[in-house]
């Protein structure tokens, strides 16, 4: 990727030079080093720091009430400022008005301190950029459904635009952790529980923000999503082989691939170290194994956790200095701890080259996005319209290519005419649609009678103009999360009366608590929320027909319904257009083509659970808890047919080359539809043991009824790499098993054997498989 040096203060370039007595010819590398050596040890401290101006009772970080906020912004930022945090997203301001106190801000920072730099403006853009009035895409967990990387690059692409146009340098996203346990909260936030799926798809958000002169920050490096029993903060027993093969892939993949210019660290404690406080992951593994040369910022708080939450340091100041030392450049939201610095150095107890070195990248980052030249005296955007038609029909798109299908009796497409019950607690709520780090979930849940302002029909909306008004009757049944079963007795009575029941349930995604699923919001166990289930089963006891839609943030244990209901629907938070994506999957408007990002779990005793189980991971007749999930990672139906035939693979190929792969796909049903051709791998015999499936490439394929096409795979070998009995990413040679279908079901197979030495990966070797159509 070619790394983009765009100016993303506003549209204009440049008009004057900031640092206003530097001395002429300095460019680069030189012109950083000597803005340090003129700096004084207030005005580097300055940057690396944020400033977040908040009001009492937002509380959208964790212990958040924790931290003081008696200062002002005028006088913490007299030295100058590393980040100004969240101007947007931290509640419903009118984006041109806000737009206007940026402009003036950073202009008072250019002509008002001594070397006049701006600040880095970052917010949070996961699901859209988090603010009112902002389009809002379907979770990542619906990205990793839609299996297409080149859609991801066009939304993210969409995203940094609306970000640039408003003075915002840098995004928190993409979410890079994957899924080991679906109890844990913040699986609405991740991608898959495959890396080659986090990564390539991370990987494209990653180029196509970036692509417009927004800095991606790549979270939570590494390992918090491998918390003990899914709960949020909780410590991390994973080895050195799960962190270097599962866990580590995307982030390589995001930063050798990507350019990614930011990374924040995790929140969690791995084997006891705090990774906020670890120099073997923080610049041992990013720096000095990938070349990683961007910041690395704190997570909300993370410094000043090391002393209130990890016990690692006695204070503020003993965690600011371990942070530092470990390779965190930036401290956000704030100064809790960071501003301990410089009284540090001035007792000599810190060195402060260790500042330095900080400083610099944080120069050097704010050189890349033109802002040691940008001087904030054009004119501020007068209005951007942050949910434009470019906005909705990529959101359109991806919520289409996302849904789900999980099981089907022939009751879908719904034919017309037919009387429609809609019923659930998530059948006419707009925040159903919408993630934990959406804004009507993150912030605007915290302005009550504040409009959401953008335009989100609700599944009954989009199902009365789907199929008619007049063929649509609806009772929401129960809540999402309470035990209140007083809807019941209508629920039935307009099942009783329809030709089919559409029941959607799930989740309601929020903070703290605050939620079912999102940050801070674990479950014990994988039922549906509250009464959920009861109204289901007293809806089936009808005899009406059945449609389960599921709205929800993490997958649940619903085996019991794959057989009982007439289809069941999953779709991961779909976002603004989802409604419509999920009426028209209902009535054949759309055919189905979304896959499972994540195995749909048998029961939550089985977990964590991954797909990348090696054979011990399955159970067997050894123990009484099977671990076999409902539906396998990379299911999904359709209302077409697709047949495999043809796989072509070399019978041997070498450790250090590629094994091409062909497979020829034909729609054998009577409508067009995208299949996603999805090959695996198992490595038969290894000298650790490997999963009994691994992805190893995929593509997304449209075809009209009776087409055919042959797609070609190239795969390289260091796919099938792992970390061997001295932890050395190595190929070995020997036999492995391919096919095309699903983690479980084998459409069609073969056999290629590795031949040749045992071969040690660098990061110079290829790490994506190549497809193409012909």
């Known amino acids: 990727m070619t790394e983009v040096h765009a100016v993303v203060g506003g549209p204009a370039p440049a008009q004057a030079t900031p640092d206003h007595d530097r001395p002429d010819g300095h460019t680069g590398e030189a012109r950083v080093r000597d803005l340090l050596g003129r700096m004084t040890i207030e005005e580097k401290v300055a940057q690396l720091v944020g400033f977040w101006e908040k009001e009492d009772g937002e509380a959208v970080a964790p212990l958040q009430g924790e931290f003081g906020d008696d200062v002002k912004l005028e006088d913490f930022a007299r030295h100058g400022l590393g980040h100004l945090t969240r101007v947007y997203g931290t509640r419903p301001v009118d984006a041109a008005a806000r737009a206007a106190w940026l402009w003036r801000f950073q202009r008072d920072l250019v002509t008002g301190t001594r070397l006049g730099i701006p600040a880095i403006v970052h917010e949070e853009c996961l699901t859209g950029l988090s603010a009112w009035k902002a389009a809002t895409f379907p979770t990542p967990l619906g990205w990793g459904a839609a299996f297409d990387p080149e859609l991801v690059t066009e939304m993210a692409a969409a995203i940094g635009a609306s970000m640039r146009a408003l003075g915002i340098h840098q995004g928190l996203a993409p979410v890079l952790d994957v899924i080991r346990d679906p109890r844990w909260g913040r699986v609405d936030e991740c991608i898959a529980e495959d890396p080659y799926l986090v990564g390539t798809i991370g990987t494209s958000y990653v180029r196509g923000l970036q692509s417009q002169g927004v800095h991606a920050t790549l979270k939570h490096f590494a390992g918090y999503s491998a918390s003990r029993a899914g709960r949020n903060f909780a410590p991390v027993h994973a080895g050195p082989r799960e962190l270097a093969d599962v866990l580590f892939p995307p982030f390589e993949m995001a930063i050798l691939d990507g350019n990614a210019r930011s990374v924040m660290h995790s ?13 073997t992951m923080l610049t041992g593994v990013l720096r000095d194994s990938w070349g990683f040369d961007g910041t690395v910022v704190s997570d909300y708080y993370g410094v000043a956790f090391l002393n209130l939450l990890h016990h690692v340091a006695a204070d503020h100041a003993g965690a600011a200095a371990q942070a530092l030392a470990a390779g965190v450049d930036v401290e956000l939201p704030t100064g809790d701890a960071y501003l301990t610095l410089r009284e540090q150095v001035r007792a000599g107890k810190l060195d402060e080259a260790l500042i330095d070195r900080a400083v610099l990248r944080v120069l050097r980052e704010k050189l890349e996005l033109g802002l040691l030249d940008a001087t904030f005296s054009d004119e501020p955007p007068r209005a951007v319209d942050l949910d434009s038609p470019e906005h909705r029909a990529i959101a359109r798109r991806l919520a289409e290519e996302s849904v789900v299908l999980v099981a089907n009796q022939g009751v879908l497409p719904l034919p017309a005419g037919r009387r429609v ?42 199902l009365r103009a789907e199929v008619g008004a007049d063929l649509v009757t609806w009772s929401s049944g129960c809540d999402v999360d309470s035990d209140d079963r007083s809807g019941f007795d209508e629920a039935v009575a307009v099942a009783s009366a329809a030709d089919v029941a559409v029941l ?3 989740d309601h995604a929020g903070l703290f608590g605050r939620g079912t699923v999102g940050e801070g919001c674990d479950r014990e166990d994988l039922e549906l929320p509250g009464v959920q289930r009861e109204l289901v089963e007293a809806v089936l006891a009808t005899g009406t027909p059945v449609v389960l839609v599921l709205l929800t943030g993490r997958p649940y244990a619903i085996g019991w319904a794959l057989s009982r209901c007439a289809a069941v629907a999953q779709a991961f938070f779909p976002g603004e257009e989802g409604a419509g994506a999920i009426a028209g999957v209902l009535s054949g408007r759309v055919n189905p083509s979304g896959k499972l990002p994540v195995s749909l779990p048998g029961s939550a005793g089985a977990q964590p659970y991954s797909y990348l189980h090696p054979a011990l991971g ?22 077409t047919t697709f047949a495999h035939t043809g796989l072509g693979a070399p019978a041997t190929a070498p450790t250090d080359g590629a094994v091409h792969v062909t497979v020829r796909v034909t729609n054998t049903g009577a409508v067009a539809g995208d299949d996603v051709v999805q090959l695996y791998g198992r490595d038969l015999v290894a000298s650790v043991t490997r999963p009994v499936a691994q992805l190893l490439g995929y593509r997304r394929v449209h075809l009209a009824p009776g087409q055919s096409v042959t797609v070609e795979l190239t795969v390289p070998t260091t796919r099938l790499a792992f970390s061997d009995r001295t932890l050395t990413r190595v190929v070995e040679p020997g036999d492995v098993e391919l096919w095309i279908g699903t983690s479980a079901r084998r459409d069609t197979e073969a056999l290629t054997t590795l031949v040749g030495d045992t071969v040690p990966v660098t990061t110079d070797a290829p790490r994506w498989t190549t497809t193409e159509i012909r």
């Open 504 to 506: 959607v349930v799930g």
């Open 618 to 639: 399955e159970g067997s007749e050894v123990t009484n808890l099977p671990a076999t999930p409902a539906a396998e990672f990379g299911h999904g139906l359709s209302y």
């Open 421 to 462: 019950a809609v019923i659930g607690p998530n059948a006419d709520r707009q925040a159903a649609l919408f993630g934990c780090y959406s804004f009507l979930n993150h912030v605007l849940v915290q302005h009550p009678g504040v409009e959401t302002g953008i335009e989100v029909p609700t599944v009954l909306d989009a």
């Open 267 to 279: 929140y969690t404690e791995i084997d006891g170290v705090p990774v906020a406080a670890d120099p």
